[in-house]
C-alpha cells in the first residue's frame, strides 16, 4: 500500500532502502540517516518482511514524523525483486518532486556518512554519483577473498563489455539527479536482481548524463544475512551480454 504525502517536503534529497528482514538493522539506519547535517528524507520499500521490519518502521513514523514527513514506507506483497522495489521508489520520489533519489543498502554496508557526498557530487555537475569501492583501488572490509575477487573481476567485465567508464557498475550506492531518472523509460527497466544496478547506469550512461564515482569504504553487514545467491551473479554474467546486444538496436535521445 503507497500512501503519498501531502506534507512540504523540506529535504530535496530522498534515501531509497529496499528491505526484507532487516528488523536489527533498520531503526538504527534510520537514526544514522536523520542525525545527517544534510537533511534527507527516507523511503522504506520492504516486501512483507516476515520479521515485521515494516511494523518497526511504521512506529519509527510517529516518532521521526512530528514535524515533517521524512520517514517514508511503502509495503509490498512479497519479494519482487530488488530492481522492482528501486522502481517503485523511484516513481515515489518523481511523485514527491525530490531532486536527489538515492539508493542505499539497509545494512550499513553503505555509510549513511557517504551520502551528502553523494549529494555534493550531484550539486556540482554530476547527474549521477556512485559509492564506488573500487575508484582507487579495492576497498572492502570483511569480504572474504573469493567474494573480493569475484565483485572486482564482475565490474571489470562489465567495463570490457560495455566500455562504460565506471570501475564499480555493480555498486548500490548512487545518487541520481531527478531529471536523470525522468528520461530513462523505468517501465522498460528489464533486470529486478543483481543485474538492475549494472543497467540503471548503462542507461544513465547511453542517454549522456555525466557519472562520477566518488570513493567509499564497503563494509560487510554485522547484523542480519546476506540476499546474493549464484542466481543473481549468473543473471549479470548473462545480463551485461544480453543488454549490450540489444543496445546496438535502440535509440538513446534525452
Known amino acids: 500500500m503507497l500512501v503519498l504525502s501531502h506534507q512540504k517536503v523540506v529535504s530535496n534529497a530522498l534515501v531509497i532502502v529496499p528491505t526484507y528482514n532487516e528488523k536489527e538493522n533498520i531503526a538504527l539506519i534510520a537514526e544514522a540517516v536523520f542525525a545527517l547535517q544534510?537533511?534527507?528524507?527516507?523511503?522504506?520499500?520492504?516486501?512483507?518482511?516476515p520479521d515485521q521490519t515494516a511494523q518497526i518502521v511504521q512506529d519509527l513514523q510517529t516518532h521521526y514524523n512530528t514535524q515533517e514527513k521524512k520517514l517514508h514506507l511503502l509495503q509490498r506483497k512479497g519479494k519482487l525483486g530488488l530492481g522492482t522495489a528501486y522502481i517503485e521508489g523511484f516513481h515515489y520520489a518523481l511523485q514527491n518532486n525530490y531532486e536527489y533519489i538515492l539508493e542505499m543498502d539497509a545494512d550499513f554496508s553503505h555509510d549513511p556518512n557517504d551520502l551528502p557526498r553523494l549529494i555534493a557530487a550531484c550539486e556540482k555537475g554530476s547527474d549521477v554519483s556512485v559509492g564506488s569501492r573500487?575508484?582507487?583501488?579495492?576497498n572492502v572490509?570483511?569480504?572474504?577473498i573469493g567474494r573480493v575477487l569475484l565483485s572486482y573481476f564482475a565490474s571489470s567485465y562489465v567495463r570490457?563489455?560495455?566500455?562504460?567508464?565506471?570501475?564499480?557498475?555493480t555498486a548500490g550506492f548512487v545518487c541520481y539527479k531527478k531529471v536523470v531518472l525522468e528520461t530513462i523509460p523505468l517501465n522498460k527497466v528489464k533486470f529486478i536482481g543483481y543485474a538492475f544496478q549494472i543497467e540503471m547506469k548503462f542507461l544513465a550512461w547511453k542517454y549522456?548524463?555525466?557519472?562520477?564515482?566518488?570513493?567509499?569504504?564497503?563494509t560487510e553487514r554485522v547484523r542480519g544475512h546476506s540476499k546474493l545467491s549464484a542466481g543473481i551473479f549468473k543473471e549479470a554474467f548473462f545480463g551485461v551480454l544480453q543488454m549490450k546486444i540489444m543496445s546496438w538496436f535502440k535509440s538513446y535521445k534525452k
Open 134 to 138: 573500487y575508484a582507487t583501488g579495492v
Open 160 to 169: 570490457v563489455i560495455t566500455r562504460m567508464p565506471i570501475r564499480d557498475a
Open 208 to 218: 549522456g548524463f555525466k557519472i562520477t564515482e566518488v570513493p567509499i569504504i564497503f
Open 38 to 49: 544534510r537533511p534527507v528524507h527516507l523511503l522504506i520499500v520492504d516486501d512483507n518482511s
Open 141 to 144: 572490509v570483511n569480504w572474504p
